[in-house]
Structures are given as C-alpha cells and as structure tokens.
C-alpha cells in the first residue's frame, strides 16, 4: 500500500514536471512567435478588441480563459486573415502542442 | 507520402526518379529534415498567393532543410542528376513578394532556416557576417546579450532575414548607406549549380581578414548576380552595420499644401544626401487614422470633378480646417549638441523655403533607451529595434474586414515632388478607365526607403476565400506595370506571378539585359535546376514554354 502510494507521488510528480516543462516551452514559444502581434497594444490585439468590443472576452490572448488547444493548433497551421500560417521548422509540432497547452491552460 | 493524394511532382521529373531523389535527400539531411507530406508542404504555400488554390499556384512537391553547406553541395549535385528545380528560401518570410513558396509549381523548396549561426559580430569595425536562417530578432538578441554597440538596419517586419531580404533586394530605415540591405552587405559565399563554393571579393583570398569589409576584393564584381536572380545558392553574407548613437531625435514637419511637396523634397534629398537626417517618413494628415472611415465631404472630393479628384476643393478642405496637407517624420542621429543645431538648421531651412511651414520635436532620447522608451519609441526600426507592429496594415479596422494578405506593386519613380503628383494622377485616370474605385488619391505618399528615388506603391490585397478578386487583382496589377513602364517607371520587386511582367519591361535594346542573364544562366546552370523563372529568368529547358 504504501509503496503504491509512493509510486503514485512519484508519478503525479512525474506529470507535473512534464507539464511544467510544456507550460515554459510554450512560454517560449508565444514569446519568440506570437507576442510581437499578440501582446499588449500590437496589431493583432487591436483587431480582436474590435471584435470582442462590448464582451467579456480579453483581446490579450495570454488573458484568455477559454483558448481552445485545437483551435490554437488549427490557427497556427492555417492562418487566420493576414497571419500567415508557420511552416514546421518554425513552431514544431512538439513545440505547437507545448504552446496549446500555454494558452489554454494559463488562466484555468 | 499519403498513398491517396495526388503527389505534385518537381516540373518535367517523373514519379520513380523523385522517390529515389527524396531518398537521396533524406540520406543528405536525414529523414526529419525532408518534408514530403501533403501537411508539411502545404506550409510552404504562399500565404499572401494572388492565385490561391488554382492551377497555376506555386506549391512546392518537397521541402528540404540542410543544416551544413556541404549538406547544400550535395542537394545541389543531387538536384542535377535529376534535373529537378531547386528553390532556395532563407527564412521564407517574403510576404508580398512570395512567402516561402517557390516560383513554380513542383520546385523542390530549400529551406535554410536551419543554418542560423551568427558567425562574426564586430562592433569596432562595425560589421557582421551572419547564415541565411539568421533573422533580425536572431541577430538584435544576440547584439544585446553581448552589449555589442552596433545596430543593423532591418525592414519592418523582424522576423525575416538579413540575407534573405537582401537578396531579394529589400528596404530599411536608418542612414541611406544602411537602408539598401544590398547595397550594405559585403562578401558572399555561393553554393554555384554545379555544386562548388564560391566565395566573392575578399573572400576569394584565403585566409582574407577583411571579407566583410571591403566590397571588392580584386577583378569583377559579381555578388549582384546573387540577388533576385538564379545562379546560386547564398550560405554566408557579411553585411555593414551602423554604431548606436548617443542621442536620436524625431521631428516633424508639416506643411499646409499641396505644391508644397515640391519644394519640400528638393530640402529632404539635401538633407538625406548629407547624412544630415535619416529615412524621412512622408505621410498626409488627410488620410485618416488606420480602421477609421474617411471623412465624408472630404471623400466626396476624391470624385466628385467628373469622376475624378476636384484638388481645389481638396485643398480648401484641408486649410479651412487646419490640416496640413504633408507631414514627415524625420529622425536625426548624432551627439546631443550635433543633433539640437541639425534641428536648428533643419528648421531654418524649411521655414525659410515653404510659408507655414512648421517643425516640431517629438522624441528627443539620449541612449541606450530604458525599456520604457524602447517600447513607446514610433519608429523602433528607425533604430534598429526589430519588432512585427507593421502588420496593422491588413488587420481589421472599425469600419472595415480585416484583409487576407496583400500584394505589393512597387514601381520606382524620381524623387521629385513634381514626379509624385504627376504619378498620383496616372494611377487615379488608370483606376478610372479600369472603371474602379481608385486606391491612389491626391494625398497618397512616395515611399522613401530607396534613398535616391521614391516608390510609390500600392498594396493590393489577395483572398483565400474568392479566386475572382485575385483574377481581378492580377489583370490591374499587370496593367499598372504597363502604364508605370510607359512613363519610365518600373518595379524594383515583384512575386513570382509578376516577375514576367516586372522583367519584361526592362526590354532596351531587344531585352539584352535578359538575354545577357539567359546566356549566363544556361553556361553556369545548365540543366536549369536553380529558382527556374526568379526575376524573370528562365533556363534553356523551361524558355518560352512558362513565360508566355
Ligand atoms: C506588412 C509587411 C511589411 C513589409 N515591410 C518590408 C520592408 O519594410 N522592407 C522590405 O524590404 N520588405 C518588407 N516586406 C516584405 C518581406 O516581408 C520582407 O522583405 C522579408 O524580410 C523577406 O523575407 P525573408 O527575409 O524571410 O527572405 P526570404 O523569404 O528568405 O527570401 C526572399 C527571396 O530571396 C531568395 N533567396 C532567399 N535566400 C536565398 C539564398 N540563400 N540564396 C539564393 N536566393 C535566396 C528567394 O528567392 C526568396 O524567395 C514587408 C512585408 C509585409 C507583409
């Protein structure tokens, strides 16, 4: 019993420093890539206060609560109007999921 | 490769050689570094494509990302044996212009990212010698990490590269020398189509201790043939960087009319041409704030003599409410004493010249800048400050969509306030007889990063959603490129659907210029396997069957 109780922490320890490690890789991530339109007073900001005007939603998307991880996957490889999509050598997939993970799970 | 899509295969190159090419490749760079799936290739696709998802649109069939210059030799050699069309990107970010696609459908894209090392920063003799894959934040990090006291003039978005740009003879913001990325870069080293290393002027000399000092080296110079063209592969540049100065003002001039521009230009070009100021921003006050709608009865002007602008009432609009027809940002660098008496003399100069005139000092900044003054600074890149702020050009406004992307149309023209307003009224008569609502007005501004001629360009936007206004776009486009040419105006870049029509243009003498590029072309690269159609030159192989 106690060795599985043992086991457990270790584990759970485990899972945590995994996803201590994905959360500061997709720090890094949406530091080197996004935060140049995406942070306070840059130009993609701006667009999305004119879309969410009036809403409770945060046009800083490091403000976001509600980020969904598949659509942050969808709109790095896709674009979205003028942001143009990342080629792999740039945001890899690793580093795609890491930064997924950043958005959607900072303010939870 | 998914076994149901429909493979793009490398132009002229069968299915069974393209396998053993892509086996080949990956034996070169490993298997990681080849990307062969459809999701993979498909973001190496122009996001900015004035013929998105139509047949002609230039997807690559193969991306290939070497690490090393002799992994570079080898792709090369390999590329020969099959006759396939390589693509060389350094960053890829040629938004505009092209992205990080190729020129053609099938060319197999050479993605030099991956080579990133900054091999030599010198801030005593002011220089750098950097990769492709280096980009401007790459290299800014770097200078400040090791408090190195010099800063490299970039163009507005950070992201791509010092080489890249350059080669594709791009534009900054700082003294005029540094402004012409091209022009500031010195030595290269080459992956020739056959394979072998060339380095240019100093380099040639081994063991030379001045590659990126002197431009020359001894005999012909031939770094130009590098640049918008197809006869190599760059792996090294060395390029000019410009020391930090200890103080850096920005001032600002505006004057109340039209005509002004005439003059006024003629004071700027001394200026400039004095390294007395740096890159003068022009702009109009008539234009209003980015997303906002213009105002109204301004707006009714803009057609409302046949069609076409009334200037008179335009002016009387804008003096009658106190706006000032011309505003320029200028940027003056030195020590704070050097910079407060160029302010004086600035001053003095335009007062004396154009009546109401007025010049007013917005920033004023001893350096290094705090944080909290390189955050505020208007023009970061006036500094040399990477940064992405430019992109608020085609986000969404209050009043309007925001846009996919857009295509530049970049002619160059004399910088000559005359020239400009003649030119405003060509392309507003040629919107009219294209029965469209002009995009150019009698307050649209020159360009001025070519520090010995204006551009006055206009930015087209493409769709990824309806094939019908890119066709539109691409018909205008080529027609501008037409009427700019008959009034000896021509593009000084292009993306690869234009890079025909901007090279036909440049036709003295039956095209020799081409022709001259076309003899060397098929000597140097004989299987045409490098960037075939890049500034509009094309191989033996391909001649006449893609440019018609
Ligand atoms: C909003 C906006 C603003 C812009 N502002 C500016 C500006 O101020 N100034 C400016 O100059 N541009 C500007 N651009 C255009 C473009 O984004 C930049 O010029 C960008 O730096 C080019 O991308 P890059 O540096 O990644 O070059 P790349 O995409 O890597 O290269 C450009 C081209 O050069 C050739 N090439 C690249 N590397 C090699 C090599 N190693 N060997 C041989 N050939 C090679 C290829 O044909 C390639 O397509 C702007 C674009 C946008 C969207």
Redesign the pocket.
């Known amino acids: 019993m106690i060795k599985k109780t043992l086991l457990l922490i270790f584990f759970t320890g485990l899972l945590f420093a995994n996803d201590t490690n994905k959360f500061n890789e997709g720090k890094q991530v949406f530091d080197k890539w996004c935060i140049h339109c995406h942070g306070v007073g840059m130009p993609a900001t701006d667009a999305l206060s004119i879309v969410y005007k009036d809403t409770e939603i945060s046009p800083v998307l490091e403000e976001r609560k509600n980020l969904d991880k598949s659509f942050i996957e969808y709109v790095v490889r896709n674009g979205r109007f003028s942001m143009p999509f990342f080629r792999k050598i740039e945001i890899n997939n690793k580093q795609l999921e890491s930064l997924a993970f950043y958005l959607s799970t900072k303010n939870r | 490769m998914s076994e149901n899509k429909k493979m793009i295969l490398p132009h002229k190159v069968n299915e069974k050689d393209f396998l053993n090419a892509i086996k080949e490749f990956e034996k070169v760079v490993g298997k990681e570094w080849v990307y062969k799936e459809e999701e993979d290739i498909n973001l190496y696709r122009d996001a900015y494509s004035p013929c998105w998802d139509e047949p002609q649109e230039p997807i690559p069939s193969l991306a290939v990302a070497p690490k090393e210059v002799e992994e570079v030799q080898e792709i090369v050699k390999i590329a020969n044996k099959y006759k396939i069309a390589i693509?060389?990107?350094?960053?890829?970010?040629?938004?505009?212009?092209?992205s990080?696609a190729p020129n053609n459908r099938g060319d197999v894209v050479i993605d030099?990212k991956r080579m990133n090392k900054i091999i030599e920063v010198n801030d005593k003799r002011n220089f750098c010698i950097l990769e492709?894959g280096v980009s401007y934040f790459d290299l800014y990090e770097y200078c400040e990490k090791n408090n190195l006291n010099v800063m490299m003039d970039m163009?507005?978005?950070g992201w791509?590269?010092p080489?890249?740009?350059s080669?594709?003879h791009?534009?900054?913001y700082m003294y005029g020398q540094y402004r012409d990325?091209f022009g500031a870069h010195c030595g290269m080293e080459v992956v020739l189509p056959n394979g072998e290393l060339m380095r240019t002027a100093m380099g040639a000399l081994p063991g030379s201790k001045t590659f990126a000092e002197n431009k020359y080296g001894y005999g012909p110079y031939v770094d130009g043939l590098?640049s918008q063209s197809n006869f190599?592969?760059?792996?090294k540049m060395g390029f000019w960087m410009m020391p930090k100065p200890e103080h850096y003002t920005l001032a600002v001039l505006t004057v109340p009319k039209r005509d002004d521009l005439i003059p006024l230009v003629e004071i700027m070009n001394y200026l400039e041409d004095s390294s007395i100021i740096g890159w003068p921003l022009y702009r109009s006050p008539l234009n209003p704030e980015y997303g906002k709608a213009m105002n109204p009865e301004l707006k009714s002007y803009l057609t409302s003599k046949n069609g076409k602008p009334d200037i008179d009432k335009i002016q009387d609009y804008a003096l009658r409410n106190k706006i000032p027809y011309w505003k320029i940002d200028i940027p003056i660098y030195g020590n704070k004493d050097s910079v407060e008496a160029n302010v004086n003399y600035i001053k003095q100069r335009f007062s004396k010249a154009i009546d109401g005139a007025e010049i007013e000092v917005i920033e004023d900044y001893d350096l290094p800048l705090t944080k909290e003054q390189k955050k505020s600074l208007k023009h970061k890149v006036t500094l040399g400050i990477p940064n992405l702020e430019?992109?608020w050009?085609?986000t969404r406004g209050e009043n309007f969509a925001p846009k996919d992307g857009h295509v530049w149309f970049s002619p160059i023209i004399p910088r000559d306030g005359k020239e400009l307003l003649k030119c405003q009224e060509i392309y507003i008569d040629t919107f009219h007889e294209l029965g469209m609502e002009s995009m150019i007005t009698p307050f649209s501004h020159p360009r001025t990063?070519m520090y010995r001629a204006f551009c006055f360009m206009i930015g087209f936007a493409n769709s990824r959603e309806d094939k019908e206004i890119n066709e539109k776009m691409r018909n205008v486009y080529n027609t501008m490129v037409k009427v700019a040419a008959k009034h000896g105006w021509g593009d000084y870049r292009a993306g690869p659907v234009f890079q025909d029509a901007v090279s036909g243009v440049y036709n003295f003498n039956d095209s020799i210029l081409k022709r001259f590029a076309e003899q060397l072309k098929d000597t140097i690269d004989p299987n045409g396997i490098i960037?075939p159609g890049?500034g509009g030159i094309w191989p033996k192989r391909l001649r006449g069957e893609k440019n018609d």
Do not use: E, Q
Not at chain 2, 87 to 98: D, E, M, R, V
Not at chain 2, 232 to 235: E, F, L, M, Q, R
């Open positions: 693509f060389p990107i350094s960053t890829g970010k040629n938004l505009g212009y092209g990080s030099l492709p163009p507005d978005p791509g590269s080489v890249g740009n080669l594709d791009g534009w900054g990325h590098f190599g592969i760059v792996t430019i992109f050009l085609s990063w960037a890049r």
